[in-house]
Nanobody, 120 residues
Framework: QVQLVESGGGLVQPGGSLRLSCEAS????????MGWYRQAPGKQRELVAT???????NYADSVKGRFTISRDHTKNTVYLRMTSLKPEDTAVYYC??????????????WGQGTQVTVSS
């Protein structure tokens, strides 16, 4: 079972930037995909950005052009570079790893989350 540890959250002013990191306990290529989700108070967890094993990426419309997902396989780490941050980006950000079980179903693994607060 893969362990995921996020870091890099914090308080930032509107228009500012942050980079989140997610270090996996195993090779990131052991996963079908890795990505970032977020959950704001009173809202459901939502997809922010994902990267498949082959490198293709997917972004939520609300972050396109502002956020960039990347990875460093030598460090077993996935990153989320966030720029032009807005107050509505405030949330707990979770790292996610997707795998396929022996039965062909999807298994999700989650980190503990890191808080991002965008406020002046």
């Amino acid at each position: 079972q893969v362990q995921l540890v996020e870091s890099g959250g914090g308080l930032v002013q509107p228009g500012g930037s942050l980079r989140l990191s997610c270090e996996a306990s195993e090779s990131i290529f052991s996963n079908n995909a890795m990505g970032w989700y977020r959950q704001a108070p009173g809202k459901q967890r939502e997809l922010v950005a994902t990267m498949a094993r082959g490198g293709s990426t997917n972004y939520a419309d609300s972050v396109k052009g502002r956020f960039t997902i990347s990875r460093d396989h030598t460090k077993n780490t996935v990153y989320l570079r966030m720029t032009s941050l807005k107050p509505e980006d405030t949330a707990v950000y979770y790292c996610n790893a997707q795998r396929e079980t022996a039965w062909g179903t999807r298994a999700d693994y989650w980190g503990q989350g890191t808080q991002v607060t965008v406020s002046s």
